[in-house]
């Protein structure tokens, strides 16, 4: 396994497994929206390092080991990088713009930085498939829709501790870095381009008609 993937895996791990056992370190580097606005822009990062529950850090883990492979192998190792916190910070950036009255807004997830490494892998090898509970065939981008569709729901019931809008903000970020550094790919798999756009689409439509 490629070492800056092991080495942000483990961080995961460590930082959020601080977070688990010290409710204090947790509320200091968690998103929330009245201290980010108040100056601690630290927490844009800070929070995608920190998870709500085990399940919640070995879903993202899982699915970041899974994709990755795919970006460094087409892309290298610093190109992910970029790719990872570029969408680590698209997913901060439009949690603010949805939630930026809501003061007591709260969340936490390596989410937008994992979906966008999805979104950039798919876009690259967009015939991937996945065995889900390692059983059932599921074309990746099938995957990587209904993920964000989820995401569309959880924004809604608003019933949990994860960052389901930084799902979409990563997505767009990982979905933009990738096109523009590789323009090809509108021409190589523009089906794909557009597949991966209808859930970022239907959730701004969404927002526009005050559902979300």
Same mark, same amino acid.
């Given at each position: 396994m490629n070492t800056i993937l092991i080495a942000i895996i483990v961080a995961n791990i460590l930082f959020s497994y601080k977070?688990?056992?010290?409710?204090t370190f947790f509320r200091k580097y968690?998103?929330?929206m009245g201290s980010i606005r108040s100056g601690e822009q630290v927490r844009l990062l800070s929070s995608g390092f920190l998870h709500a529950d085990m399940g919640? /850090?070995?879903?993202?883990? @899982?699915?970041?080991?899974?994709?990755?492979?795919?970006? +460094?192998g087409? &892309?290298?190792s610093l190109?992910?990088?970029?790719?990872?916190?570029?969408?680590?910070?698209?997913?901060s950036l439009l949690t603010i713009v949805f939630h930026k009255n809501d003061y007591n807004y709260r969340a936490v997830g390596a989410s937008g930085a994992v979906t966008g490494v999805l979104y950039s892998a798919i876009l690259?090898?967009?015939?991937?498939? /996945?065995?889900?509970?390692? @059983?059932i065939p599921m074309p990746a981008y099938l995957f990587? +829709?209904?993920? &964000?569709?989820?995401?569309?729901?959880?924004?809604r019931a608003k019933n949990d501790n994860i960052g389901h809008?930084?799902?979409?903000?990563?997505?767009?970020?990982g979905y933009l870095i990738t096109l523009v550094s590789n323009p090809h790919l509108l021409i190589d798999h523009t089906l794909m381009v557009v597949l991966l756009a209808i859930p970022i689409v239907i959730l701004f439509v969404m927002e526009k008609l005050g559902k979300i």
């Amino acid at each position: 396994m490629n070492t800056i993937l092991i080495a942000i895996i483990v961080a995961n791990i460590l930082f959020s497994y601080k977070g688990f056992n010290d409710f204090t370190f947790f509320r200091k580097y968690e998103f929330h929206m009245g201290s980010i606005r108040s100056g601690e822009q630290v927490r844009l990062l800070s929070s995608g390092f920190l998870h709500a529950d085990m399940g919640h /850090l070995i879903f993202n883990m @899982i699915t970041l080991y899974f994709f990755a492979p795919v970006v +460094i192998g087409f &892309l290298g190792s610093l190109s992910f990088l970029i790719i990872y916190f570029g969408s680590l910070v698209f997913g901060s950036l439009l949690t603010i713009v949805f939630h930026k009255n809501d003061y007591n807004y709260r969340a936490v997830g390596a989410s937008g930085a994992v979906t966008g490494v999805l979104y950039s892998a798919i876009l690259l090898q967009p015939d991937m498939m /996945l065995g889900i509970f390692f @059983i059932i065939p599921m074309p990746a981008y099938l995957f990587g +829709i209904l993920y &964000l569709l989820y995401s569309i729901y959880g924004m809604r019931a608003k019933n949990d501790n994860i960052g389901h809008t930084a799902h979409f903000g990563g997505a767009i970020g990982g979905y933009l870095i990738t096109l523009v550094s590789n323009p090809h790919l509108l021409i190589d798999h523009t089906l794909m381009v557009v597949l991966l756009a209808i859930p970022i689409v239907i959730l701004f439509v969404m927002e526009k008609l005050g559902k979300i």
